[in-house]
């Protein structure tokens, strides 16, 4: 259930890195489809830059979806999420996140994980921080520490970002770098410790 403020907080300090699932989260749970059976997937821009703040600020990212789509691996290679930090087509998302707690090289205490569904719920139970958008199912909902604002696709995303950046005092100092055009380099540079050379939110 969701969390106190206090114990949330603290919850959120302890976060180094972020999994995130795909339809419900980085986008609205549509599946689109064109009449050859191409799939197509709308991504938030704002989540996208709150991704590339993240990274930009020493938090991993990762990915954990149990479809498998070209536009999810694209999506990634553009926010600078490298191949082995992304699992698609996942059947066992329990197992398959403490794997990827492994490739990070982190204990799952130290995961903040966004589902939106009841497939997501054995992976929110075994993290450090679980997190779902404001639209999420109500059987996740109750079970989650934090909910966010937002949908999913429409800024949840961002929501948990600055939820962790709060807690480790950096949103305010990082909004004010930018109001002031001193953008931290590493912003620019690529994702924080996931090399690549991403184009942008």
């Not at 997501?120 to 997190?131: C, E, F, I, Q, R």
């Not at 770098?177 to 540079?189: L, Q, T, V, Y």
């Amino acid at each position: 259930m969701p969390l106190p403020q206090p114990e949330l907080l603290q919850r959120a300090r302890s976060v180094e890195a972020l999994v995130l699932d795909v339809d419900g989260v980085l986008t609205d749970a549509s599946l689109i489809y064109g009449p050859r059976g191409e799939e197509f997937k709308a991504f938030s821009a704002r989540d996208g830059f709150a991704v590339r703040l993240a990274e930009s600020e020493g938090i991993k990212v990762a990915v954990l979806t149990g479809r498998v789509s070209a536009a999810v691996t694209a999506r990634l290679a553009e926010l600078g999420v490298p191949p082995h930090f992304a699992v698609q087509g996942s059947r066992d998302k329990r197992g398959d996140i403490a794997d990827l707690a492994a490739r990070l090289g982190i204990s799952l205490a130290g995961v903040a994980f966004m589902g939106d569904d009841i497939p997501d719920l054995p992976a929110l139970a075994t993290v450090g921080l679980a997190a779902c958008p404001a639209d999420a199912a109500g059987e996740v909902k109750r079970r989650c520490h934090y909910v966010a604002a937002a949908p999913g696709g429409r800024g949840a995303v961002r929501d948990l970002v600055r939820l962790v950046l709060e807690a480790r005092g950096r949103w305010a100092d990082m909004v004010e770098s930018w109001w002031r055009g001193e953008a931290a380099p590493s912003f620019f540079a690529g994702a924080s410790g996931n090399g690549g050379s991403p184009r942008g939110a």
